[in-house]
């Protein structure tokens, strides 16, 4: 018996898009419900994102399969449950999954008709889930190998909200710029096989948020094999503030154009001297002395 259930509350694209080319700035709610339970070889993979938000999913295994899942993927917008309706523009991201999977790996052979008959699957059991957060700068994951067999609860959550001044906005002086959220994993399984969790946090130490300036905080490495009972919930919150001075133009005797903010250097090139406002210095005599 296989049940399976798609929906998509919520879809705000630019008109005339083919489907697999969606516009970067689309906002949409996404749902979908799943119920599978069989015998034989199963095989998936689930790769959902919703800006710097990102959850990966995936498994295998021959043998008897029990799996029941809730994904929700949300990207600036948000849904009402009791009025069954979306809005969108409210700056929010959220990626949440609920599962429950019970397997026993066995080796399966399939016959297709009187002349044909495959040899056995024998698959051990594989599922694995990551969940990535990059404004929050943390990805946790758990992943299970080799299984004979497994019961598991996995609850993976990732959350980001911004809020920003509008640049264009000449009367804001200062621009302010706020984003918070968090990201979450609980795991509770039984199973035997190996099994895996792992933790990479990483911060910031400097003002841009590139590889030179980015540091592990956090690490988890965990590994096990054999027959366990595991339970783990970790979480991690963030809430950050950023307060950017405008620049008067121009910055004259202060460190003129090299003291401007990189963003505002680019479209404005300078000789030096000329516009970049180096403080004049009175010369001991004239340049081009008057002749008599």
């Avoid at 990535?132 to 497994?150: C, E, P, Q, V, Y």
């Avoid at 190996?194 to 130490?205: A, C, M, N, T, Y």
């Avoid at 403080?279 to 005599?285: D, E, I, L, S, W």
Wanted: glycine share 8%; aromatic share 12%; net charge negative.
């Amino acid at each position: 018996m296989r049940l399976f259930a798609v929906t998509i509350i919520l879809a705000l694209v630019m008109i005339g898009v083919a489907l697999g080319d969606l516009a970067t700035d689309a906002q949409f709610i996404y749902k979908m419900d799943q119920s599978v339970q069989g015998t034989g070889f199963h095989n998936y993979r689930e790769n959902v994102s919703a800006d710097g938000l990102r959850l990966n999913n995936a498994g295998h295994g021959s043998g008897s399969y029990n799996y029941e899942a809730k994904l929700s993927v949300v990207k600036q917008a948000k849904y009402d449950e009791l009025a069954d309706a979306g809005s969108s523009g409210t700056g929010e991201r959220n990626i949440s999954y609920d599962e429950s999977v019970d397997y026993t790996f066995a080796p399966e052979k399939f016959s297709f008709g009187k002349t044909f008959s495959s040899g056995a699957f024998n698959s051990l059991g594989s599922e694995g889930t990551s969940i990535r957060n990059n404004r929050g700068l943390m990805t946790m994951d758990a992943r299970f190998d080799s299984i004979k067999t497994m019961s598991t609860n996995l609850f993976a959550n990732a959350y980001w909200f911004n809020s920003s001044d509008d640049p264009t906005n000449l009367d804001l002086d200062p621009l302010n710029s706020v984003d918070k959220g968090y990201t979450k994993l609980n795991v509770d399984s039984a199973f035997t096989g190996k099994g895996h969790i792992g933790v990479l946090g990483l911060e910031k130490s400097g003002p841009n948020t590139n590889a030179k300036n980015l540091q592990i905080a956090n690490l988890v490495d965990e590994d096990y094999l054999g027959t366990y009972n595991m339970q783990k919930n970790m979480s991690q919150t963030f809430n950050w503030k950023w307060t950017r001075e405008r620049d008067d133009w121009l910055p004259c005797c202060s460190g003129g154009f090299a003291d401007m903010n990189f963003e505002d250097q680019k479209p404005f090139k300078s000789a030096k001297g000329v516009f970049d406002c180096t403080c004049f210095k009175v010369p001991t005599q004239a340049q081009f002395p008057r002749v008599y």
